[in-house]
T-cell receptor
Framework: DARVTQTPRHKVTEMGQEVTMRCQPI?????VFWYRQTMMQGLELLAY????????DSGMPKDRFSAEMPDATLATLKIQPSEPRDSAVYFC????????????FGPGTRLTVL | SQQGEEDPQALSIQEGENATMNCSYK?????LQWYRQNSGRGLVHLIL?????REKHSGRLRVTLDTSKKSSSLLITASRAADTASYFC??????????????FGKGTMLLVSP
């Protein structure tokens, strides 16, 4: 049963620390998305990769956030330095045809920045 | 904002009853998708309806799309306690830049009581 995996599932850190979240997309999927979910803003798109190339990261605060796909089996989202307002659940999703088709979500990383 | 808006924000029903959720959006779309999210989990894709389709079924789910009114509805028939979750609509606006992404609404929280 193919599924998207994310690590860690939970992360508590202090303000100013670096946070790295990892995602393994479903094998064969060529599009990967990073989303952030909060009660206030709902689900926001942070970054979008197709064939490992970044297509859209306009939703990401560039000064502190970075997203990469070092290979087809790993996507990373890094926050440096972290701030309390970054506290949220971060989801990775993968798919075959971007927004034109279904996206398959991982279980999320719940980040708390103290 | 281009995101879809679900209505109602919360819905409470008894097992066996039907649940109807609505989604409205503002600009023309390529497709509209519905997702379910159980508490503490990632989103799960339920159904995709394309802009040239008016109705789709999947098991106990029925989705309609009215592009003239820019709205969609999700009907869950004969609801079960296990249907308790948040339901999100997501729209693909088909960007001109050669790729498309999904924009999610803030969801309807459905509570089905035994």
């Amino acid at each position: 049963d193919a599924r998207v995996t994310q690590t860690p599932r939970h992360k508590v850190t202090e303000m100013g620390q670096e946070v790295t979240m990892r995602c393994q997309p479903i094998l064969g999927h060529n599009t990967v998305f990073w989303y952030r979910q909060t009660m206030m803003q709902g689900l926001e798109l942070l970054a979008y990769f197709r064939n490992r190339a970044p297509l859209d990261d306009s939703g990401m605060p560039k000064d502190r956030f970075s997203a990469e796909m070092p290979d087809a089996t790993l996507a990373t989202l890094k926050i440096q330095p972290s701030e309390p307002r970054d506290s949220a659940v971060y989801f990775c999703a993968s798919g075959l045809i971007g927004g034109a088709g279904p996206q398959y979500f991982g279980p999320g990383t719940r980040l708390t920045v103290l | 904002s281009q995101q879809g808006e679900e209505d109602p924000q919360a819905l409470s029903i008894q097992e066996g009853e039907n649940a109807t959720m609505n989604c409205s959006y503002k600009t023309s779309i390529n497709n509209l998708q519905w997702y379910r999210q159980n508490s503490g989990r990632g989103l799960v894709h339920l159904i995709l309806i394309r802009s040239n389709e008016r109705e789709k079924h999947s098991g106990r789910l029925r989705v309609t799309l009215d592009t003239s009114k820019k709205s969609s509805s999700l009907l869950i028939t004969a609801s079960r306690a296990a249907d308790t979750a948040s339901y999100f609509c997501a729209t693909d606006f088909g960007m001109n830049s050669g790729y498309s992404t999904l924009t999610f609404g803030k969801g309807t929280m459905l509570l089905v009581s035994p």
